[in-house]
């Protein structure tokens, strides 16, 4: 993912907390922002997208916001649980899927 | 349902041998895609096809060959492969090619001896 930097490449927080992933892109024609959680030995399963003209999406515990000026956007889980341990990918879709290099989240019980 | 289902979970091969990762989906979708992922990083874009022809080859060598029968099938075939090849190999496939929704199968564990 040389187009979308993810930051951090580690994060640890304690159950209930909440944690917070920030991706920066290049593209301005990018259109199309989507999350993928992968836990370990499993493909990477999508928890949720956005598209340019929505700024912020929520799914349960999980939201989405987009700063298509500023080229952010970040992942927010809260009330995190132990099986959110995982690793977390942004990524953006022009004609191709282009990935950050991951977030390794681990909750601690 | 938004199953991508993937076969085998795992292969171990040796250089000389011939095998081929095979990959299904019943969603109706145009558009699937090989990924490649190495420990630690993100999936890389292998091939790409929409409506059953090869739309997208990311410079991949040529020991790795696609082929898509029909619209719910893709297979990879692996000929002569290097240690380096050794990799988790995942399938996805959406609705179309483009800004649609991409959905993975859980991958094929593949180590080249």
């Known amino acids: 993912g040389e187009n979308v930097e993810q930051h951090p490449s580690t994060l640890s927080v304690q159950e209930g907390d909440s944690a917070v992933i920030k991706c920066t892109y290049s593209?301005?024609?990018?259109?199309?922002f989507p999350w993928y959680k992968q836990e370990l030995g499993k493909g990477p399963q999508l928890i949720i997208d956005?598209?340019?003209?929505?700024g912020e999406k929520k799914d349960q515990r999980i939201a989405v916001t987009l700063n298509k000026t500023a080229k952010h956007f970040s992942l927010h889980i809260t009330e995190t649980q132990p099986e959110d341990s995982a690793v977390y990918f942004c990524?953006?879709?022009?004609?191709?899927?282009?990935f950050g290099a991951g977030t390794t989240v681990t909750v601690r019980a | 349902d938004t199953e991508v289902t993937q076969t085998p979970k795992h292969l171990v091969m040796g250089m000389t041998n011939k095998k081929s990762l095979k990959c299904e989906q019943h969603?109706?979708?145009?558009?699937m895609y090989w990924y490649k992922q190495k420990a630690k990083k993100p999936p890389e874009l292998m091939f790409v096809?929409?409506?059953?022809?090869?739309?997208i080859n990311e410079s991949v060598p040529s020991r790795f060959s696609p082929e898509c029968p029909n619209s719910s099938l893709l297979n990879l075939h692996l000929h002569a492969l290097q240690p380096e090849d050794s990799a988790l190999y995942l399938c996805?496939?959406?609705?179309?090619?483009?800004?649609?929704?991409?959905?993975f199968g859980p991958g094929t564990r593949l180590t080249v001896l």
């Open positions: 969603m109706g979708h145009r558009a």
């Open positions: 990524a953006y879709n022009d004609y191709k899927l282009s």
């Open positions: 956005i598209r340019s003209n929505v």
């Open positions: 096809y929409s409506y059953e022809k090869l739309s």
């Open positions: 996805a496939s959406s609705q179309e090619s483009g800004i649609h929704t991409q959905y």
């Open positions: 593209d301005s024609a990018s259109n199309y």
